[in-house]
């Protein structure tokens, strides 16, 4: 047990909930932060920061969704009296070459590394839960998921280790600093290979279709999505299917000590928890 305060931001988040449940779990006191958290916690608002940071020793931080601002978020914790930070990015941030996905993680983790705290990046590979919580989880529901994803294969890894790492991170001073874990799970998997385990382990005839990049960009735009971050999301296919980041790794066992989980167990959990019902 640690009496040590540990601000985790994007508290209601995929990754943050379950970090901060996992610590306070473990003991450590928490404080949960995010837009609509008790203690608010807003990228855009510089002026809310340091109540969120008065007294924190430790922060798990997930980036917003622009460049810039984790660079004075961590000026501000350091001035604090913060002396650890945990920060989640996207696997292989430093194999993107001139793509224009991701600008925000990389600004983040430049932020991050470049500061005299104590540091540790979290890398992680596309999330099962997308799938059931995210972006692709409306499509599936009705049936069909058309994404710019081919035959490339995808490690995607299961959100419970991310925050399983994260709070085993934090949880151990000095034992991970400097280090960037690339987390993935322990296969990998096409999209339409994942999208069949989701059929089958839901029992409903659900479809893959590949489409171009152009054309799921424009279908986010009928969606209300706004041309940029429709923009952002194709480009990160395209990202992939360069074939970079389609392998495994084994920072998920360095960290915790045991294999990730796998796609199936996934799917089995989701659909027994009715994710994919009409």
Known sequence: MSNDMTLVLGATGKTGRRVAARLRLNGTPVRAASRTSPVRFDWSDPGGWDAALDGVTAAYVVPPAVPGPVHEFVARAAASGV??????????????????????????????????????????????QNFDED?????????????????VPEPFIDVEDVADAAAAVLGQPGRHAGRVYELTGPRGLTFAEAVELISRASGLPIAYKQVSPAEYAAALVEEGWD????????????????????????????VLGRTPRTFEDYAVRAAAAGAWLP
């Open 83 to 128: 002396r650890r930070l945990v920060l989640l990015s996207g696997r292989g941030a430093d194999t993107w070459g001139e793509s224009t996905f991701g600008l925000d993680m990389r600004s983040a983790e430049d932020a991050v590394r470049g500061s005299e705290l104590e540091w540790t990046v979290l890398r992680a590979s596309n999330f099962d």
């Open 135 to 151: 972006l692709f989880h409306a499509p599936l529901v009705a049936g069909a998921l058309a994404l710019p994803a081919g035959t």
């Open 227 to 254: 041309e940029t971050g429709a923009h952002h999301v194709a480009e990160m296919f395209v990202l992939m299917e360069r074939g970079k980041l389609a392998g495994t790794t084994d920072d998920v066992a360095a």
